[in-house]
Nanobody, 123 residues
Framework: QVQLVESGGGLVQAGGSLTLSCVAT????????MGWYRQAPGGQRELVAT???????KYADSVKGRFTISRDNAKNTVSLEMSSLKPEDTFVYYC?????????????????WGQGTLVTVPE
């Protein structure tokens, strides 16, 4: 199996910074795209940022210039550095990974999510 474990959420004042981290463990061949998504209670999960194996990144317009995604392929980790945080950044943040696993000598891509970590930026 594959597990994604996030850490780093918490309460931070507006204008402050916070870094989220996610590590993937388990039985897999490699990880393709890794990313961060966020969701409010009762709301839809939205993309925050993604990063490919070779470091190509994509960001939601709402976080461009404030958030930076990075990954360590050797350690199977992805991080999200968040700065200039605003109250509207208050969400549960989820790590996602597209993982290649070997099944019966064939390779298949699976999608995994972390359990989520809450980031709160009070008014």
């Amino acid at each position: 199996q594959v597990q994604l474990v996030e850490s780093g959420g918490g309460l931070v004042q507006a204008g402050g910074s916070l870094t989220l981290s996610c590590v993937a463990t388990g039985d897999f061949v490699r990880i393709n795209i890794m990313g961060w998504y966020r969701q409010a209670p009762g709301g839809q999960r939205e993309l925050v940022a993604t990063i490919t194996t070779d470091g190509s990144t994509k960001y939601a317009d709402s976080v461009k210039g404030r958030f930076t995604i990075s990954r360590d392929n050797a350690k199977n980790t992805v991080s999200l550095e968040m700065s200039s945080l605003k109250p509207e950044d208050t969400f549960v943040y989820y790590c996602k990974a597209e993982v290649i696993r070997s099944v019966a000598y064939n390779e298949y891509q699976f999608q995994y999510w972390g359990q989520g970590t809450l980031v709160t930026v009070p008014e």
